[in-house]
């Protein structure tokens, strides 16, 4: 069972030291983790300049040492993309050598993190389509963009778009959402299922089965699957459920990732002993 977006100290919103995070793991039959840290580019946000690679690397370094026969663990990043910093961007991704890269959107700029609850300040002096609409266009230049291993929660908008617009409804933004999964497809860049989602206001992953099912359409065949637990109590929280959606769904593989190689891995619902718990983790 593989949980491929955690994040740990080495981001700005999370205490969790990274041996916890390991251990937790391995009680709870992860096999495989990533690392995902905040990466921000934006320098008016409190993010920035916060993550440390070397630090992070050595972290991993002695982290693989410690867990070396119980768990496999992926050097990875979470990068929240803003189009102002393209070049930055790229450049930094470039000169590093993570094994996992997730490109993500949270700030709007000059309007907010939109996975804040501060967000609904946002949502509520806009229609649905016009606050959506903000975010659709800045995922499909996220896509466009292009460098990333796996697209991070495409839908996270809806995690207080949803208290405010009611449940999200696929079919209403379905134009917006085909363009950034044939984006995926054309890109070879993984779809990721956030299993965050759950214990969150939608309750349900980034994104539903729905959308899965219209990625799966267009061609793509490209997940991951991660909790992006920022605390031990959620490392692996709805993996399990996040992989059986996959399955539904129509995949057969999740992507693992090496050195920025993706290889695909059938997927595999069977449990060994002290995975039961992740059973009942999918509101964790
Ligand atoms: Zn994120
Ligand atoms: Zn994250």
Known sequence: M???????????????????????????????????EHMDFIPEEKNTGYFRYDAYMESVRQCRERFRDELAIVAGIEVDYCPDFENETGKWVEEREFDFVIGSVHYLRGKG?????????????????????????LVLRCARFGIWD?????????RYGTEVFGPFNEERHAEALD???????????ALEI????????????YPSAAVLRRYRELGGVRV????????????????FFGLRMARETGF???ERFRRREGSAVPINLEFGPGDERLLQQKRL
């Not at 949502?123 to 959506?132: K, Q, S, V």
């Not at 363009?179 to 860049?189: G, P, Q």
Request: net charge negative; charged share 25%; with cysteine.
């Open 252 to 254: 057969t593989h999740v």
């Open 179 to 189: 363009e950034v999964l044939s984006t995926l497809v054309t890109k070879r860049i």
């Open 2 to 36: 593989f949980d491929y977006h955690h994040h740990s100290a080495f981001s700005v919103d999370c205490t969790a030291s990274m041996p916890d995070v390991c251990r937790v793991a391995v009680e709870r039959g992860i096999s495989e983790i990533a690392f995902t």
């Open 224 to 239: 991951t699957v991660g909790s992006d637990s920022h605390a031990v109590d959620h490392t692996g929280a709805g993996v």
């Open 194 to 205: 956030n299993t965050s989602g759950l214990r969150q206001p939608p309750a349900e992953c």
């Open 113 to 137: 993190n939109i996975s804040e609850p501060r967000a609904l300040g946002f949502f509520r002096g806009r229609t649905e389509r016009e606050a959506y609409g903000e975010y659709w266009d």
């Open 150 to 158: 796996a697209l991070g929660h495409i839908d996270l908008v809806k």
